[in-house]
């Protein structure tokens, strides 16, 4: 069994900024792309950035220039550094990412609970 755990969620001021981590856990043998998705209120989920196993990133357009992802391989966690955050960017943020595990490394997508960001102006 595999599980995504994020943390760094918060309540802050337009213009300051919040780190978000995902630690995976479980039996995994490797870990292909991770992701941070996020859902408003009434609105669909969306990519907010990705990164695969070798380093490249991909990043939603209203996103680009403040937020920042990456990752720590041997801890098995990935980041989202957000800066300059806007009233926006509200929404609660979810952990993604594409696991190979059992004996045939077959690749499964796992989703973490997600985690509040709030933006107030």
């Known amino acids: 069994q595999v599980q995504l755990v994020e943390s760094g969620g918060g309540l802050v001021q337009a213009g300051e900024s919040l780190r978000l981590s995902c630690v995976a856990s479980g039996s995994i043998h490797s870990i292909n792309a991770m992701g941070w998705y996020r859902q408003a209120p009434g609105k669909q989920r969306e990519l907010v950035a990705v990164i695969t196993s070798t380093g490249s990133t991909n990043y939603e357009d209203s996103v680009k220039g403040r937020f920042t992802i990456s990752r720590d391989n041997a801890k098995k966690t990935v980041y989202l550094e957000m800066n300059s955050l806007k009233p926006e960017d509200t929404a609660v943020y979810y952990c993604?990412?594409?696991?190979?595990?059992?004996?045939?490394?077959?690749?499964?997508?796992?989703w973490g609970q997600g985690t509040q960001v709030t933006v107030f102006s």
């Open positions: 993604n990412a594409d696991v190979r595990v059992g004996a045939r490394y077959l690749s499964y997508e796992y």
